[in-house]
């Protein structure tokens, strides 16, 4: 009766003062429930938290981020960022910096 080994990945939303809407958490919550059933997916305010097998690839999750943000057509608004702080390992969807350049 040996215990799995488990690895616990955080997704943060962007911050208050952004254009990410509470609904997006919640379709991007059961997009990654739906694409990776071995995940266990779990909210917690703007952050989900995953716990999946110790040999699973954080870069499995930043692709699915992708691909959903892709799906909802806020691949031009967001992308996801990788961080690592106080033992927390994941990925943050932060808006993309626009530079607009007006030419004469």
């Avoid at 806020?74 to 033992?87: E, G």
Wanted: aromatic content about 8%; hydrophobic content about 35%; cysteine-free.
């Amino acid at each position: 009766m040996s215990e799995t080994k488990t690895i616990t990945i955080n997704i943060k939303a962007s911050g208050t003062t952004s254009k990410w809407k509470d609904e997006y958490t919640n379709d991007l919550m059961r997009s990654i429930s739906e694409m990776l059933p071995h995940v266990d997916v779990n909210r917690k305010g703007n952050e989900l938290e995953l716990t999946a097998p110790a040999n699973f690839s954080n870069r499995t999750i930043k692709l699915r981020i992708k691909k959903f943000l892709h799906q909802k057509g806020l691949k031009d608004k967001f992308r996801p960022v990788s961080y690592r702080a106080d033992d927390k390992i994941g990925y943050m969807v932060i808006e993309k910096k626009i530079i607009e350049l007006s030419y004469y």
